[in-house]
């Protein structure tokens, strides 16, 4: 492919490959617990040409923010989604809610570090603009949902601030610490055992403390 230009090597790529270079960006952090990539390990596991990189996302830092709107929209969708459900109760809800956000996170576990980064790394404009459509968005919705249940005499009245502290917090320092279960429990991997495991005692714990009764 030498002597070819970004776009010529473009059109020789099959369908879904943007897509597919998200897919193994994603893979490559997930894999090492990291929140960086190498582009020529991005090649070699995609199999395509790094210089797609350049030609979707303009550099690697176009890449990892696109990663990150990628993964973050299917959140806030589905948060937006059930804070609008009529016919669950807030309990439900808020349960619901917990139990994807760890799935999320089991999936997607460099998603808060990825986010930390970026926002550190961007300009202000950027920096913003990732807080005004992802996190401030899971802030309101967390309002939503608690204000309903404290209106339904469910909830105790409780600061959805330092409640949006409280799950990503407990959620992300789980699912980024493959090092301490690796030397302090023997085991590296983290598996759907373990997380339905950690899920049952996330929502137990957080449902305990905002229950009214």
């Given at each position: 492919m030498k002597g070819r230009g970004v776009e010529d090597v473009a059109l020789a790529v099959p369908p879904g490959a943007r897509e597919h270079l998200l897919d193994t960006a994603s893979a490559i952090m997930r894999d090492g617990d990291i929140v960086d990539i190498s582009l020529?390990?991005?090649?070699?596991?995609?199999?395509?040409?790094?210089?797609?990189?350049?030609?979707?996302?303009?550099?690697?830092?176009?890449?990892?923010?696109?990663?990150?709107?990628?993964?973050?929209?299917?959140?806030?969708r589905s948060v937006d989604a059930l804070v609008a459900k009529d016919d669950m109760d807030p309990e439900a809800k808020l349960r619901r809610h917990i139990s994807k956000v760890i799935d999320t996170f089991y999936a997607v576990p460099y998603l808060n570090?990825?986010?930390?980064?970026?926002?550190?790394?961007?300009?202000?404009?950027?920096?913003?603009?990732?807080a005004d459509c992802y996190l401030s968005p899971i802030y309101r919705a967390y309002e939503e949902l608690i204000g309903e249940g404290v209106r339904a005499g469910v909830f105790r009245s409780i600061d959805p601030?330092?409640?949006?502290?409280?799950?990503?917090?407990?959620?992300?320092?789980?699912?980024?610490?493959?090092?301490?279960?690796?030397?302090?429990?023997?085991?590296?991997?983290?598996?759907?055992?373990?997380?339905?495991?950690?899920?049952?005692?996330?929502?137990d714990i957080i449902m305990a403390g905002i229950l009214a009764r």
């Open positions: 020529s390990e991005l090649s070699l596991r995609s199999g395509l040409n790094s210089a797609l990189v350049k030609y979707y996302f303009g550099n690697k830092a176009g890449l990892l923010n696109a990663l990150l709107d990628r993964d973050w929209q299917a959140i806030v570090r990825l986010t930390m980064r970026m926002v550190r790394e961007s300009d202000d404009t950027e920096a913003r603009r990732i601030q330092l409640f949006y502290f409280t799950v990503t917090g407990a959620v992300d320092r789980f699912f980024s610490t493959r090092l301490v279960m690796k030397y302090c429990f023997n085991q590296d991997t983290l598996t759907e055992e373990l997380r339905d495991r950690y899920r049952e005692h996330t929502i």
